[in-house]
């Protein structure tokens, strides 16, 4: 991407913002950040992985953020501090060309009800939509083509980028943000059965995000048949995400993309869904729980740990030998016991 | 979410819409629907499930749509039928405050070209855009943000949520529901490799959709390359699926979220397909088929029944020794075999 | 869906246009591509599987593109030619409505921001945003309801259809089809965690899609934390796809519906992904490797070919059965070892 951003820094104040220790000269200016082997005589980089230790020699980076373990391999400026991924991902922000932008008001081609409660400094984008009895709380940013429906509110500092559907009866918390594609407040997917066909379910709960919630683009989370799903404070959900009715998300807990879990789960704080995982429906998973992609849990977790299903990709020709003898697989094990009993016998 | 619905309604009348047996006071007037444990004095709620019994005996519910053979536990008023499930999904759609709004008519901010064909009571959010050609259908309901493509058509009684995408040239039944982000006529994924690289296919079919559908958030449902894609009566689609070219789904199945269905497979009537399923290209699944969550589908199927495939979720540390061991597997099977025919020559 | 395409034409023009060797009446007129199966007498089809050999005798079609080495078994006139299906996909795209359509010129309710950029023959559809910075090359159609973000530039020849999003700073080639639906650009999932609870790393690289690229309804691009995400020429890409930040997808790979890309995974040339797989992040794919639907791939590859992961589908009943076994897998494989031990050593 072209840079367009103006903004720069000298690395003493970087220092002092960190509380790092700054090893070398203060009065030079960064203007980017950079991984070390992109990294110019203007950026800033940093060592968060041993796994790029062997691109720190011959970085051209004016400064590197580095744990005092590891300066003695770094031939450039550095600011030492205990997480330096935690120091890069603070500065990441200020080197952010959204973050300076001014705001822009209510754009004259948006469509605001009338019987909208807005805060201060909001902005609304052209086309956007904003329906009866929503309030959009201080500093709110509202994309072109978003629609946030009647009755929603929308905390303090939240950001929908462009086209974002927000359904009626929804509640965001405060810094929320949301990206483009996702949808919250869909209808759950409720019917019941006559026999012949399909009656629906009309979902009558809502969807309330906590504070400090992101969510990616093209991501689902559906309103509650009664009760509201629930996502908790400092979730992270990624693209492609599916979350059914009534499912409860605990605090600090992060989903990888193309995560699906379906309805009236309950996952716990602090845990981490890899990419793919589908949960069945009316599970309990308990805190810290980390599941690895694309595995199906389909029972209860009451302990934390790692949990995985599947099987690891191998060539076609090697799996469809293997994958037929999955078809056999509890015959083999009877066969295997069967010959054991018989070696004992003789 | 906060109830912004004022509807309420005695019990005797409800008994009498669902002929029910009522017992207890008919005066009574009930103004919302919650689960057992959740209710409250002004709540009707409903047993459609044993797991749930144990709530009957605390619930505060006003009264409880129950069957015949659980009355005995049962200490609130009660509307005794044969299914429960079914007369709550009956009665939900009476309490969605969406069903009571008036009918706001073509908003000024929409775009709908000459040349659309409008029934009686039609309504058009703003910004939404109704191309040359279209027809909509009595009392449909196109969201904000909405695009209804050239020459399609919208059957009577359906609703398009905020930002859904209906292409050109695609046909949707009556009463149809979809939500928004879903996108139905985008082109099939069709290209010829001539060697070197990629030529497109333009895709000339179009999508039909029956009566009574409706579509998930975020869900595609693509376009046939020649002939239509077709999707039959009461078929419910749940968010985040992907139905490609040429698929066929017959009336009254039901797929769950992140489905995938590639290309020309057609699936039979009253299927259910469970979340995350994938079903490769050119097959025919039979009428009456189910799938469990996340299984994938290589081969067409001509027996109703269950069908499954994968493998359970286990902690990563047993996971990692037996993934191991599937690759191992066919190797294992022979070894068994021969060990077998050694111990047998014994 | 029903035809409005008026365009037709001889098979003697047709055959000169593909270089194909024509038997039988080139005055004859076609207006339309069919199946052997569904064509009638004014449509053209073609024979590009040996599975659908058994349509030909029957074919009602006016001529059929054929490979010589089937011209025995055709009825009708025929256009002979090596690569009937390629040919088809030549003739295609002039059958295609859209392809006929006039231009449409800048809808008077699209928002075009001051300091646009637009080529010759540019249409913006109806509430469609282009914001400041951004560039439109020559021929660009933004559909209705369509986001470009500003300082982003969109290569000649290319088609947003409706409801698109693309981002701020993202850079589109010439001739690319973007789908309903699909982000380009959205935050990568980037969190840096403080032993209490996570930090934004702000997402400063952006997108490159190279020329000629196509993205399905509804599929996420995101953009790069530093460096950008890069989509290479002739990448066709299905629907419901994540790619996360960082990736590099080479040239002429294509990626079927519902694939996830982890962060940093780079995909090589000429690769095929089937639907729903799923790559881990920080892998090197080489070129040339296909993998089979809904398989995972957790390690690098280095050798082209076939690659797979999972079970296939069988009755429930037999899987549970199977699949309990497989979390004993490593315990069967150690039984069985002993066992040949102590075969041996008797």
Known sequence: MKKTNAFSCSLAELAARLGATLVGDGERRVSGLATLSDAGPEDLSFLANRAYLKYLPDTRAAAVLIHPAHVAECPATRLELDNPYLAYAELSRLFDPLAARPVAGIHPAASVADGVTLGQRVEVGAHAVIESGAELGDDVIVGPGSVVGADSSIGAGSRLHANVTVYHGVIVGKRAILHSGCVIGADGFGFAHDGAGWHKIAQLGGVVLGDDVEVGSCSSIDRGALGDTVIGDDVKIDS???????????????????????????????????????????????????????????????????????????????????????????????????????????
């Open 240 to 346: 492609q995400v599916q979350i059914a009715h009534n499912v409860c998300i605990g605090d600090h807990t992060a989903l990888a993309g193309c995560v699906g879990i379906a309805g009236s789960t309950k996952v716990g704080r602090h845990c981490m869904l890899g990419g793919g995982v589908g949960l069945a429906g009316h599970l309990t998973i308990c805190d810290g729980v980390q599941v690895t992609g694309m595995s199906l849990v389909t029972n209860s977790i009451t302990k934390p740990g790692v949990y995985s299903s599947g099987t690891g990709a191998m060539s076609n020709a090697l799996w469809r030998k293997n994958a037929v003898r999955f078809k056999q697989l509890d015959d083999l094990a009877k066969r295997l016991t069967r010959l054991e009993r018989s070696s004992r016998d003789t």
